[in-house]
Nanobody
Framework: EVQLVESGGGLVQAGGSLTLACAASGFTYENYAIGWFRQAPGKAREGVSCILKTDGYTSYGDAVKGRFTISGDFAKNKVYLQMKDLKPEDSAVYYC????????????????????WGQGTQVTVSS
C-alpha cells in the first residue's frame, strides 16, 4: 500500500525559501508519478508540480514556474519541493500525491490524475 507523508512546512517571510519533503513508499510498480498540490482556505486544490520516477520528467504550474523546483531521491523514497521567493499567495496546505502505474511518459498536475494522497503540511508566508 502506497503511503505518503509530507514534512517541512512552516512559517516563512515573503521572499524566503522553504523545502518540503514527501516520503513515498509501498509502490508496486517502477513507473509512478508524484505530484505536489496546494489548497488555500476557500480555494480549489491547485496543481503545483509533478515528477516521474522513471525518467525524472517534471512539470510545473504557471504560478510557481521559475520559483519552485521538484526533485526526487528515489533511492531514499523521497521527493522534494524546493520553494524560493515565496509570496503570501503561496500560503496553503501542501499535499503530495501519487499514482501507479502510469501509462504516459508525462505526469499531470490535475488532482484526478492521482489516487493516493498524503495528509498535507501547512505553509504560511507572511508579508
Amino acid at each position: 500500500e502506497v503511503q505518503l507523508v509530507e514534512s517541512g512546512g512552516g512559517l516563512v517571510q515573503a521572499g524566503g525559501s522553504l523545502t518540503l519533503a514527501c516520503a513515498a513508499s509501498g509502490f508496486t510498480y517502477e513507473n509512478y508519478a508524484i505530484g505536489w498540490f496546494r489548497q488555500a482556505p476557500g480555494k480549489a486544490r491547485e496543481g503545483v508540480s509533478c515528477i516521474l520516477k522513471t525518467d525524472g520528467y517534471t512539470s510545473y504550474g504557471d504560478a510557481v514556474k521559475g520559483r519552485f523546483t521538484i526533485s526526487g531521491d528515489f533511492a531514499k523514497n523521497k521527493v522534494y519541493l524546493q520553494m524560493k521567493d515565496l509570496k503570501p499567495e503561496d500560503s496553503a496546505v501542501y499535499y503530495c500525491a501519487a499514482v501507479e502505474p502510469i501509462r504516459l511518459d508525462i505526469c499531470g498536475i490535475w488532482a484526478s490524475y492521482y489516487d493516493k494522497w498524503g495528509q498535507g503540511t501547512q505553509v504560511t508566508v507572511s508579508s
